[in-house]
């Protein structure tokens, strides 16, 4: 059975940090781009952050201030989120495809985690 469990979250001062992780199982990931999303209270959910043989990718609204990576084996990604502020308030969702195109759009996405919540308190 394919899993994507993320944890990490919990509740932080603006300002403060968070690392959310994703930890993989049940099928060989390499091929796969990793990323996250993350859906606010009444809002649709949104693109973070994706990592692939490719590169990275960002949203604007996150850029410079969160980070993803991959640990060598990956099987595990990492969302490191500085300087967070309230706004980055959301369930964030850890996601695997092996197109970058359908995991950056949020599209036909193949394998979703189901997701830990970040509060950012000002």
């Known amino acids: 059975q394919v899993q994507l469990v993320e944890s990490g979250g919990g509740l932080v001062q603006a300002g403060g940090s968070l690392r959310l992780s994703c930890a993989a199982s049940?099928?060989?990931?390499?091929?796969?781009?990793m990323g996250w999303f993350r859906q606010a209270p009444g809002k649709e959910r949104e693109f973070v952050a994706a990592?692939?043989?490719?590169?990275?990718y960002y949203s604007d609204s996150v850029k410079g201030r969160f980070a993803i990576s991959r640990d060598s084996a990956k099987i595990t990604v990492y969302l490191q989120m500085n300087s967070l502020k309230p706004e980055d308030t959301a369930v964030y969702y850890c996601?695997?495809?092996?197109?970058?195109?359908?995991?950056?759009?949020?599209?036909?996405?193949?394998?979703w985690g189901k997701g830990t919540l970040v509060t950012v308190s000002s």
């Open positions: 996601a695997a495809d092996l197109q970058i195109a359908a995991l950056r759009m949020g599209s036909g996405v193949d394998y």
């Open positions: 049940g099928r060989t990931f390499t091929s796969y781009h």
């Open positions: 990592v692939g043989w490719t590169g990275t």
